[in-house]
């Protein structure tokens, strides 16, 4: 039943963005029946956090689309696997000679956001992106490009609105404010003529992150709602937004945010039961608000806030998503653990 209502709504997001249908051009045709392919000539890609979970898949498919990968890394005495060399990530890194770069490193927000910890996840963004940007100012060559990550909780929870780029961020709570005080860190080299894109990412599903911490509750048929469960909670593949970085880098068009993300977020009760129906397991506990308030404090916001986030300009650049759809997309990443 939610299937068909899934493929039902993609007529109602066509009309609302009349792109996400529409023929590009021949080039951008050749990408759309394989995302993979490239058109170009071969970059050479700088990439910060190239040894975490999302940089360890940028490098795997910049790879494989013949382009090349400088790692950069706290600890440069340990070679990132496939890139071609490994510099140190720091004040006064180097950064010429590069087509683009990407800019992952942060501290992890999982864990309990105490004091110390919440200055950690503030300061590793904004101080790590003004190294990026100290260094592009000074190289004699620096790239012309910066695609830096960013996160979709910059809009705040902001209940049944629909969210594009365009959008207002956000006026409160505290990965609000950082992803707002990391995008303007970041859009200080455009002031130098760097083409800079802040990639508002949401949830990212792949085979390590958040999917596999919620996978022993739902094999023990505990997996339930967070809450109302109405709160929407958008989300991306691992694969589709590795790519839609590359995408980034070489679709000069774009400028400014992208929101990562599929085409169709869920809501919180929906992702749940197809969670649960993917691993043919029971999924029908309900986690009250208050508990979650009680027990997680403010980071209950990672669960409750809700964001109808759509990802407006990636689809008018010509973006495809091998993975629109939140069933084919745990299908894909659970298909060996499912139960017969």
Do not use: Y
């Given at each position: 039943m939610f299937h068909r209502s899934v493929r039902r709504s993609a007529q109602t997001l066509s009309a609302r963005l009349p792109y996400f249908g529409h023929s590009h051009s021949e080039a951008e045709?050749?990408?759309?029946?394989?995302?993979?392919?490239?058109?170009?000539?071969?970059?050479v890609i700088g990439l910060t956090g190239a040894s975490g979970f999302l940089g360890q898949e940028i490098?795997?498919?910049?790879?494989?689309?013949?382009?090349?990968?400088v790692a950069y890394s706290r600890t440069p005495d340990k070679p990132v696997s496939e890139a071609?060399?490994?510099?140190?990530?720091?004040?006064?890194?180097?950064v010429s000679n590069l087509d683009a770069i990407l800019?992952?490193?942060?501290?992890?927000?999982?864990?309990?956001?105490?004091?110390?910890?919440?200055?950690?996840?503030?300061?590793?963004?904004?101080?790590?992106?003004?190294?990026?940007?100290?260094?592009?100012?000074?190289?004699?060559?620096?790239p012309r490009t910066l695609i830096c990550a960013s996160g979709v909780n910059i809009y705040g929870d902001r209940s049944e609105e629909e969210l594009v780029e365009e959008s207002p961020v956000g006026s409160s709570g505290f990965l609000c404010s950082v992803g707002i005080a990391w995008e303007a860190e970041a859009m200080r080299a455009?002031?130098?003529?760097?083409?800079?894109?802040?990639?508002?990412?949401?949830?990212?599903?792949?085979?390590?992150?958040?999917?596999?911490?919620?996978?022993?509750?739902?094999?023990?048929?505990?997996?339930g709602r967070l809450g109302s469960g109405n709160q929407w909670m958008p989300w991306i593949h691992?694969?589709?937004?590795?790519?839609?970085?590359?995408?980034?880098?070489?679709?000069?068009?774009?400028?400014?945010?992208?929101?990562?993300?599929?085409?169709?977020?869920?809501?919180?009760?929906?992702?749940?039961?197809?969670?649960?129906?993917?691993l043919r397991r029971p999924a029908f506990l309900v986690v009250p608000r208050f508990i979650l308030r009680t027990v997680l404090q403010d980071q209950a916001s990672l669960l409750?806030?809700?964001q109808r986030a759509l990802p407006k300009r990636a689809l008018e650049t010509g973006f495809r998503f091998r993975f629109p759809y939140l069933e084919d997309a745990l299908q894909n990443l659970l298909k060996e653990r499912r139960l017969p």
């Open positions: 045709a050749k990408r759309n029946k394989d995302p993979f392919v490239v058109l170009n000539q071969p970059m490098i795997r498919q910049a790879v494989s689309q013949g382009e090349q990968v071609i060399r490994t510099e140190a990530f720091s004040t006064g890194m180097t800019h992952l490193a942060g501290e992890s927000i999982s864990g309990p956001w105490t004091k110390a910890r919440r200055d950690r996840i503030l300061q590793s963004r904004v101080q790590g992106t003004r190294w990026v940007v100290e260094a592009l100012q000074n190289a004699p060559n620096p455009t002031s130098f003529g760097i083409r800079v894109v802040t990639i508002r990412m949401a949830m990212v599903l792949g085979r390590k992150g958040a999917l596999p911490l919620m996978l022993p509750a739902f094999w023990l048929g505990l997996g691992v694969e589709d937004v590795a790519n839609l970085f590359l995408h980034a880098a070489r679709e000069e068009s774009l400028a400014g945010p992208v929101n990562g993300l599929s085409p169709f977020p869920v809501r919180n009760r929906d992702f749940t039961r197809i969670l649960g129906s993917t409750l806030e809700s």
